[in-house]
């Protein structure tokens, strides 16, 4: 399949599509992958994101509202307007971070199968000073 004709691996994750054929859903339920792609049949076992997606929203999420948990208990108000205030950017904060959470996975896991990401693997030669066999000309 050419380059051109392919989705945006970004794209496509951002719209919780599968990152090859852009059309099948990549989630079953909120954060579990299905099997295969119910378009394209590209097996979603290939590739797993582990606690990538929860890293970036993590650090996302802090970024965006730690400041205002610095500045909301130096703000005087009434106790009515603290516990709502308390409320909202709590509420806001759990659902920024349940909006994307599952675009992040769906993201890193099109990135991961479109440029076939795996573990590294390393070769060992037993010693020092020499290039291992894979390097060998
Ligand atoms: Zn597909």
Same mark, same amino acid.
Not at 47 to 57: E, I, K, L, S, Y
Not at 72 to 91: K, S, Y
């Given at each position: 399949m050419p380059n051109e004709s392919r989705p945006s691996p970004i794209r496509s994750g951002i719209a919780l599509k599968c990152g090859r054929c852009g059309?099948?859903?990549?989630?079953?339920?909120?954060?579990?992958?299905?099997d295969k792609c119910d378009h394209c049949g590209l097996?979603?076992?290939i590739?797993?994101?582990?606690?990538?997606?929860?890293?970036?929203?993590g650090?996302?999420?802090?970024?965006?509202?730690?400041?205002?948990?610095?500045i $909301?208990?130096?703000?005087?108000?009434? %106790? =009515?307007?603290?516990? $709502?205030?308390?409320?909202? +950017? %709590?509420?806001l904060m759990g659902s920024f971070t349940?909006? +994307? $959470?599952?675009? =992040?996975?769906?993201? $890193?896991?099109? +990135?991961q199968t479109r440029h076939k990401a795996e573990e590294a693997q390393f070769e060992s030669t037993g010693r020092h000073g020499s290039a291992a066999n894979s390097h060998k000309t």
């Open positions: 059309q099948g859903h990549l989630f079953g339920s909120y954060l579990k992958f299905n097996d979603f076992t590739a797993d994101t582990a606690d990538g997606p929860a890293f970036f929203v650090f996302l999420v802090m970024i965006v509202f730690a400041p205002f948990y610095f $909301l208990p130096m703000v005087e108000m009434p %106790i =009515f307007g603290a516990i $709502l205030a308390w409320t909202v +950017l %709590i509420g349940y909006f +994307l $959470l599952p675009r =992040f996975k769906a993201v $890193l896991f099109n +990135l």
